[in-house]
T-cell receptor, first 114, second 112 residues
Framework: DQQVKQNSPSLSVQEGRISILNCDYT??????FLWYKKYPAEGPTFLIS?????DKNEDGRFTVFLNKSAKHLSLHIVPSQPGDSAVYFC?????????????FGGGTRLMVKP | KAGVTQTPRYLIKTRGQQVTLSCSPI?????VSWYQQTPGQGLQFLFE???????NKGNFPGRFSGRQFSNSRSEMNVSTLELGDSALYLC???????????FGPGTRLTVT
C-alpha cells in the first residue's frame, strides 16, 4: 500500500503565480516530512522540511504546511519561476527508533510557463 | 563541501551478472542510505548504514546487499541481475540525528 501519495502527477502554473503541491500520508508513525526537487538524470535536491510538532515552515519562496489531523501536507512556491520546473517529491520519515529511512510519494511534475 | 558522489554514473550489465555500486558521503556524514528509482515503483528505500552497521532494510530480495566502511563510504551489490533491476540507484547521506538526506547524482544501471 502506498503510505505517501501525491495525487496530482502534473501541475502547470504561470510564472509569478503561486504553485501548490499536495501530499497525503496514511502512516501515523511519520513525524517528519520533507520536500525534494528532482531534475532528470540527477539526484533529488532537498528543499524544505517540517516536523510534526509544527504546522508551517518557511524558507524564502518555499513554505510547507502540515495538517496532522488530515494527514496532509502542501508545498507553496511563491512566486513561481521557470527554473522551478522539475518533479517534486514529498517524503516522510518515521521516528528515529525506526531508523532514518524516507518513504516517497510518486512525485508531481511542475511546469512553470514564462 | 563536496556533495555525495557515486560511481560509476552509468553501467550496462547482462542478466545473471552481478554489480557493485559505490557511494562517498558528504564529509562528516555517517549515515548512508540507498534508494532505487524506477518508472513503475518510484523511489524506494533499499537500506541504511550507520557506523558500518545496517540499521534498516527495505522490502527487497536478498540479492541486494550493501556495506559501509570505516570512512563511511558505502557500496551496494546486486547479484544475479534481472531485467527488472534496471533503475537509477541513488545514495544519500545525512548527519547523525538529522532527518534531511542529501542525494548523489545516482548510478543508472541497465540490465540487458
Amino acid at each position: 500500500d502506498q503510505q505517501v501519495k501525491q495525487n496530482s502527477p502534473s501541475l502547470s502554473v504561470q510564472e509569478g503565480r503561486i504553485s501548490i503541491l499536495n501530499c497525503d500520508y496514511t502512516n501515523s508513525m511519520f513525524d517528519y516530512f520533507l520536500w525534494y526537487k528532482k531534475y532528470p538524470a540527477e539526484g533529488p535536491t532537498f528543499l524544505i522540511s517540517i516536523s510534526s510538532i509544527k504546522d508551517k515552515n518557511e524558507d524564502g519562496r518555499f513554505t510547507v504546511f502540515l495538517n496532522k489531523s488530515a494527514k496532509h501536507l502542501s508545498l507553496h512556491i511563491v512566486p513561481s519561476q521557470p527554473g522551478d520546473s522539475a518533479v517534486y517529491f514529498c517524503a516522510a520519515s518515521p521516528g528515529f527508533n525506526a531508523g532514518n529511512m524516507l518513504t516517497f510519494g510518486g512525485g508531481t511534475r511542475l511546469m512553470v510557463k514564462p | 563541501k563536496a556533495g555525495v558522489t557515486q560511481t560509476p554514473r552509468y553501467l550496462i550489465k547482462t542478466r545473471g551478472q552481478q554489480v557493485t555500486l559505490s557511494c562517498s558521503p558528504i564529509s562528516g556524514h555517517r549515515s548512508v542510505s540507498w534508494y532505487q528509482q524506477t518508472p513503475g515503483q518510484g523511489l524506494q528505500f533499499l537500506f541504511e548504514y550507520f557506523s558500518e552497521t545496517q540499521r534498516n532494510k527495505g522490502n527487497f530480495p536478498g540479492r541486494f546487499s550493501g556495506r559501509q566502511f570505516s570512512n563511511s563510504r558505502s557500496e551496494m551489490n546486486v547479484s544475479t541481475l534481472e531485467l527488472g533491476d534496471s533503475a537509477l540507484y541513488l545514495c544519500a547521506s545525512s548527519l547523525e540525528n538529522q532527518r534531511e538526506q542529501y542525494f548523489g547524482p545516482g548510478t543508472r544501471l541497465t540490465v540487458t
